[in-house]
């Protein structure tokens, strides 16, 4: 299985900067994933980037908000951009590993505390 | 409407109990049942998967799922303390050979406190 790490783990920022998350995998993966988790919220998945193409987004996240870099088969960066309170969340990173069968099994980072003050 | 409804509790019980937990959903092109836990701090990890309907079952764990209902469960046998944690159901679709895939859609999540 994949073993996933994220930098920082926790970060309180001000109102209006950015703040760049990175994440780590110990094996290539072509697909990795960016989810949010707001407080009592369910995972939201903000975009899928694929090694070498613009990363993918869903409904209601904009690249010049969150802005994800993908430069090999085992980093990804997401950056969160002009904060505000609304953006403090936990922010997961993910990839998908091919097992053996037909079920590609999603594996997820500790995740990133923001809070924005 | 969520495509997946999933009651976020929290759910609390003594140890030993039996526990249901349980969504719904309504996406008729979901094949694949997912049941994550997720402890404080930590990131989701998989305890089990389902293709389309049927139970699996897994130590103290047995999930089930019914799509003519649209509706999926998971249920925890002689609940210990360190079952205590979040636990989100996930659901996705399957190609026509059954390969798993899309993205992942996520319930809510229910808080699980097992007490001594």
């Known amino acids: 299985s994949a073993v996933i790490s994220q930098k920082p783990s926790r970060d309180i920022c001000q109102r209006g900067t950015s703040l760049t998350i990175q994440c780590q995998v110990d094996s290539q993966v072509t697909m990795m994933f960016w989810y949010r988790q707001q407080p009592g919220q369910s995972l939201t998945l903000i975009a899928t980037?694929?090694?070498?193409?613009?990363?993918?987004?869903e409904s209601g996240f904009v690249i010049d908000k969150f802005p994800i870099s993908r430069p090999n088969l085992t980093f990804s960066t997401l950056t969160v951009s002009n904060m505000s309170p609304e953006d403090s969340s936990i922010y997961l990173c993910s990839v998908e590993d091919f097992l053996a069968g037909d079920y590609n099994e999603q594996f997820f980072g500790p995740g990133t505390r923001l809070t924005v003050l | 409407q969520k495509e997946v409804e999933q009651d976020p509790g929290p759910l609390s019980v003594p140890e030993g109990a039996i526990v249901s937990l349980n969504c719904t959903y309504s996406?008729?092109?979901?094949?694949?049942f997912m049941w994550y836990r997720q402890y404080s701090r930590k990131g989701p990890e998989l305890l089990m998967y389902?293709?389309?309907?049927g139970n699996k079952e897994d130590g103290r764990f047995t999930a089930q799922v019914d799509k003519s209902s649209k509706y999926i469960s998971l249920f925890i046998r002689d609940s210990q303390p360190s079952d205590s944690a979040t636990y989100l159901c996930?659901?996705?679709?399957?190609?026509?050979?059954?390969?798993?895939?899309?993205?992942?859609?996520f319930g809510q999540g229910t808080i699980l406190t097992v007490h001594p």
């Open positions: 996406n008729s092109a979901f094949q694949y």
């Open positions: 389902t293709y389309s309907s």
């Open positions: 980037a694929n090694q070498g193409s613009e990363a993918t987004y």
């Open positions: 996930a659901m996705k679709g399957a190609r026509a050979g059954g390969t798993s895939y899309g993205k992942l859609t």
